[in-house]
């Protein structure tokens, strides 16, 4: 009997001892062998039914991570088809409607406070429109009444109309005004098209 085991090939070398004295043994001395010999195999067959129960989780464990790599590299797979699909959807869009993509994805900067340019008066007066549309909107969510303080950022992009997002500082009406205890930043997305004015998104800037 052959084992990669090193402790169950010691015990196997140890019965096959054991039968051999066995055999060169009177009779009356073979009994107490005879129990050295069934011992031995009782421990012979716990350690073998321990070393299957520990191949088994091996091999269950193996079955699993081979498994999960399988339905992860399945799913990349998959993303990555995704992605290629809509590349090619937008090829084709662009190639189709030229004109619908020449400005989408184009950002255009209303404001921005603190840069050293210069801003149509219009656009900035835009900006602070869409700041005050949005702070209505998160009073009238929020049943609390804030009042725009500066708009620090205006950009918009080309989308179905435009999409503006927006950061600007708001003050609540009930307390004296000081620009480090109360005025609180703010975040904000407006989409402006045909339809007209939606406040898509407005909270406080974490």
């Keep these: 009997m052959k084992t990669s085991n090193p402790s169950m090939e010691k015990r196997v070398n140890k019965i096959l001892r054991h039968v051999q004295k066995l055999q060169e043994e009177k009779a009356a001395d073979q009994k107490l062998r005879i129990k050295k010999i069934v011992r031995q195999m009782n ?3 716990e350690e073998t039914e321990e070393m299957e129960e520990m191949e088994s989780i091996k091999k269950s464990e193996e079955e699993k991570n081979a498994k999960f790599m399988k339905e992860a590299l399945e799913e990349l797979e998959l993303e990555k088809k ?3 699909e809509a590349k090619e959807k937008y090829a084709l869009a662009r190639k189709l409607r030229p004109d619908l993509y020449r400005l989408c994805g184009t950002l255009n900067v209303l404001y921005r406070r603190d840069s050293h340019d210069s801003y149509d008066p219009e656009d900035v007066q835009k900006a602070k429109d869409y700041a005050q549309a949005a702070i ?3 009073n009238q969510r929020q049943g609390v009444e804030y009042s725009v303080v500066e708009v620090i950022e205006a950009t918009s992009v080309a989308v179905n109309g435009f999409i503006v997002s927006l950061t600007f500082t708001a003050k609540p009406n009930d307390a ?3 620009y480090e205890e109360d005025a609180e930043s703010f975040s904000a997305s407006v989409h402006y098209s045909y339809k007209g004015l939606d406040v898509t998104h407005v909270d406080f800037t974490i």
């Design 43 to 45: 421990r012979l067959q």
């Design 82 to 84: 995704k992605i290629q």
């Design 136 to 138: 209505d909107v998160f």
């Design 176 to 178: 004296d005004y000081d």
